[in-house]
């Protein structure tokens, strides 16, 4: 399991997290101005694609959870990738949750931990 | 690289100036006792005893993250969390909602935990005993969908970025009313999640 991202431009170039000598871009690197699609590979396995809007941001991060009461757990997390977008006063969010098992959930703005879904009731 | 961290609380010593700091990997599972002396020891040596009435409190805990691998960027917006499913009537574990200053240059937000309390008897009700914390709250009103944001972080940028940086202390201290159950108590998860780039 080795995770990492490739940031893919309008002008048709791109910026590897590792270029090919193994040197390590960092997500500052990154140059929004012209992003236009954010892939994170397993290795070299492409995993998921997010294409990317004008007027849309990108969100991006590893999300950890340790237990304190057992530190020999083994650390869980998962990458969120998604875009922000505020229309008006609206902020609105969509994040894929990609998981180490490679499973992929999405969902909106959320306070923390799990995405939680949301439960709709009938009326 | 990706950023590691281990789980270290302070005790002993002065206000100010903890005399230890133990990483709970040292420790085992379960790394944290809520116990009326202030040590790291897993044991069941002065637990918090059922009162007769009113309420006994163990010494509290102050509790921080520390990197032990740095992030490429940046590691921020730590929240806690718990199970939601609590220790039974009559216990309750209390966690401040303020976070006193704790980063690699500063244990200013440190106190002891000891102070006015009696071994094998009781610690001194958190708001009472600590400047620092004014108000808490259950931990277990505090799980995955509604985490508690906190500890926060008093690095420069208040970002953790590079080896032996923190978080600030979070402090937990059980409280223990006259409807409680006596004995051991299952253990309970706790979870702290931080953002990475």
């Keep these: 399991m080795n995770f990492n991202w490739k940031s893919i431009y309008s002008d048709g ?3 590897n997290q590792y270029n090919d000598k193994g040197e390590k871009n960092g997500y500052e690197n990154i140059d929004r101005t012209k992003l236009k699609a954010f892939a994170i590979f397993d290795d070299d396995k492409l995993l998921f694609k997010l294409h990317l809007e004008p007027g849309q941001r990108l969100i991006y991060r590893r999300r950890n959870f340790i237990n304190p009461m057992n530190p020999n757990e083994e ?3 998962f990458y969120m990738v998604g875009w922000q977008q505020k229309i008006g006063s609206t902020n609105t969010q969509s994040i894929n949750y990609v998981y180490p098992d490679g499973h992929i959930e999405q969902a909106g703005i959320w306070a923390g931990g799990e995405p939680t879904p949301t439960v709709y009731e009938k009326e | 690289m990706v950023a ?10 002065t206000d100010a100036s903890p005399g230890t700091s133990t990483d709970v990997d040292a420790l085992g599972a379960p790394a ?4 009326t002396n202030d040590n790291t020891t897993i044991d069941a040596i002065d637990p918090v005893p059922v ?3 009113g309420t006994n409190y163990s010494y509290w805990k102050q509790i921080y993250l520390k990197c032990d691998t740095a992030p490429d960027t940046q590691v921020d917006n730590i929240k806690f969390y718990t ?6 009537t009559g216990i309750t574990l209390n966690v401040g909602l303020q976070f006193p200053t704790k980063n690699s240059a500063s244990t200013v937000g ?4 000891s102070t006015g309390g009696t071994s094998g008897t009781t610690g001194v009700e958190l708001t009472s005993g600590h400047a620092l914390v004014s108000t808490v709250a259950s931990a277990f009103d505090y799980t995955s969908g509604s985490p508690l944001t906190g500890p926060t972080i008093s690095e420069d940028s208040s970002i953790i970025n590079a080896i032996g940086e923190t978080s600030n202390y979070l402090i937990l201290q059980v409280a223990v009313a006259s409807t409680a159950t006596p004995g051991n108590k299952t253990d309970e998860t706790l979870t702290f999640q931080y953002d990475e780039i």
């Design chain 1, 13 to 15: 170039s791109s910026l």
């Design chain 1, 75 to 77: 650390a869980n997390f």
């Design chain 2, 4 to 13: 590691v961290f281990s789980v270290y609380f302070d005790t002993v010593g």
């Design chain 2, 32 to 35: 944290l006792r809520f116990k």
């Design chain 2, 51 to 53: 009162p007769a009435s």
């Design chain 2, 83 to 88: 199970d939601g499913t609590g220790f039974g």
């Design chain 2, 110 to 113: 440190y106190e002891v935990a």
